[in-house]
């Protein structure tokens, strides 16, 4: 069915279904297509509308008190379709390592058999539109490298990682809309915030949802089993708001939720020459049928497992001089905003874009968004075979880190109130210096190996690594098998509540190297089926 705005309903609207989904985003759009498939009627509700409503938008600041995230619209998005109206593309899997207890990420392991996600990631795949099927295996993309490449990874201290693109990023509520509509099954209401669940009397179960409008009026939905999908932020701040049984919140017997907050945090540092005459393929990023595929570096896991290192990566991107840097990261803040257009409106402030300095988005704006893909491989193909003075080539290091728990790395509930009356999120979000260990480690690595080979040398760091946030909000509402030390179980059922699930990366108990959204999209098909399951066995 047709989505519909909170406004277009009567003074008093019966919302109910079998299943609420609450945010629709990638998480909430593939659970509704998905319990619908499975004969379940859905109710997806979503604070925003189609296009992008700076109100709507405001509900979303929060207050840091600890590292600063990005401003505004940028980290996360208040409309249709979630925050992948604005996503890049980059999509990685997670690795079984990445699942297993480790070292550097003690009591980071998934209780999740790595078998099992690997077996939900091909319709993942699909789902976004993703090179394939095998195009995350890393040998092929080796095969196709070029002999400095290749020379990189012979002596198996450095491996690869691989990240895929589509050929245009999945944008959930357009490229989906004729599923949706189609659906008898599935209702769609917009402009509808969630601010907390009500809790039945005994406390083991919710009853309804708790709804405002920006103009004001209160409404509640019901349904037999509620999901939350709503972002790594927004997920523990409904459950921190609801206190009718328990004043810490729902999911909060053990004080979890908001705690182990999580991000990619995200730097360019550090450069590199190349020895005249080396050239990178595929680790600079490369187009293919279906998409682009570009490798990364990584420390093989004996010596991250040995040295107590973090899975980070890294990749190489041009190096610029500091005045055409400072030009190119004001080129890039304005152009793929508007590229993107209907995705920003009114939050595009040119005089607040244009004052920013974000070198961290340098490797973003490529001629994969600004030309079809055809004429992108075209271009790539071309500048491949042009012949090339033999020079000396410097590369600047882009970082993307793993982060390890930390308790104190949350969010609460703030003092101050947003537009409609509900407390803001008050984010400490907390950088540690094994973050930085790792980065260094892996930067030594790399020119050890630069070295051995004779390809280039590292150059010195001039100044500190300068992070800024990736969008990628992990870990407050983590999943285990203990309550006392998790607040959703291995299906995301929040422990003690028998119809309220969490979806999205909130339930990630750790957030390893990869971009989370192919992995959002695989727990989502997961939970789904586990949903749909239970609702019909009462």
């Known amino acids: 069915m047709k989505p519909v705005r909170v406004s277009e ?20 759009i593939t659970l509704a297509l998905e319990l619908a498939r499975l004969g379940r009627e859905v109710l997806l ?38 925050t992948c109206n604005l996503w890049a593309g980059r999509a990685m899997r997670l690795l079984p390592e990445d699942l297993r207890p480790r070292p550097s ?72 809309a004729a599923e949706l509509e189609a659906s008898p099954r599935i209702r769609i209401l917009l402009g509808a915030h969630a601010i907390g669940l009500a809790e039945t009397e005994d406390g083991r179960r919710v009853g309804a949802v708790r709804l405002r409008t920006l103009d004001g009026r209160d409404l509640e939905a019901r ?44 730097a360019v540092w550090g450069r590199v020459e190349l020895v005249p005459g080396a050239r990178l393929h595929v680790l600079r990023g490369r187009p293919v049928p279906g998409g ?49 257009r209907g995705h920003v409106g009114g939050r595009l402030e040119l005089r607040g874009v ?6 961290d988005l340098l490797y973003l704006l490529t001629p994969k968004e600004i030309l079809p893909h055809w004429a992108y491989r075209l271009l790539w193909e071309l500048h491949e075979r042009l012949p090339r003075r033999r020079r000396a080539e410097r590369l600047v290091l882009v970082h993307f880190c793993e982060q390890p728990l930390d308790s104190e790395s949350r969010v609460t509930l703030s003092d101050r109130r947003d537009p409609i009356g509900v407390p ?52 407050t509402t983590r999943m285990g098998t203990d309550p006392r030390t998790s607040v959703v179980d291995p299906w995301g059922r929040v422990h003690g509540i028998a119809n309220l699930w969490i979806a999205g990366s909130s339930i990630f108990p750790s957030g390893g190297h990869a971009n989370p959204t192919l992995t959002i999209v695989a727990l989502a098909l997961r939970q789904a089926r586990r949903i749909a399951a239970t609702v019909a066995t009462g």
């Open 354 to 359: 244009l004052a920013g300095r974000t070198p």
């Open 9 to 28: 309903l009567g003074p008093a609207p019966e919302l109910a279904a079998e299943v609420v989904v609450v945010g629709a985003g990638a998480a909430g």
């Open 105 to 176: 990420v003690p009591q980071g392991e998934w209780p999740i058999a790595a078998g099992e996600l690997e077996a939900l990631y091909p319709e993942a795949e699909r789902i976004l539109g993703l090179p394939g099927p095998g195009a995350f295996h890393p040998g092929p993309w080796l095969a196709r490298a070029g002999a400095a490449e290749r020379a990189l990874f012979a002596s198996g201290r450095l491996v690869p990682t691989v990240s895929l693109w589509a050929v245009r990023p999945r944008r959930f509520a357009c490229d989906f």
């Open 223 to 266: 349904a037999r089993a509620f999901v939350l999908a709503c972002g790594g932020l927004e997920n523990a701040r409904l459950l921190l708001l609801s206190t009718d049984c328990r004043p810490e919140g729902l999911g909060n017997g053990s004080g979890l939720v908001g705690r182990f907050f999580m991000d990619h945090p995200r």
């Open 45 to 82: 509700i979503e604070g925003g509308g189609h296009d992008p409503d700076p109100r709507a938008q405001a509900l979303h600041e929060i207050e840091c008190v600890g590292r600063p995230m990005r401003p505004g619209y940028l980290p996360r998005l208040r409309q249709f379709g979630g």
């Open 424 to 475: 803001m999120l008050r984010l400490d979000w907390r950088i540690q210096p094994e973050v930085v260990r790792s980065m260094e480690a892996l930067s030594t690595l790399l020119g050890e190996e630069l070295a051995s080979t004779g390809l280039g040398r590292l150059l010195p760091a001039a100044e500190e690594p300068r992070f800024t946030d990736a969008s990628h909000h992990m870990g």
């Open 292 to 340: 682009k595929v570009q490798l990364g570096l990584a420390a093989a896991p004996a010596i991250r497992a040995e040295r107590g290192l973090l899975h980070h990566y890294l990749t190489f991107e041009s190096e610029h001089s500091s005045y055409a840097r400072e030009q190119y990261d004001v080129a890039v803040q304005v152009a793929k905003r508007l590229l993107r």
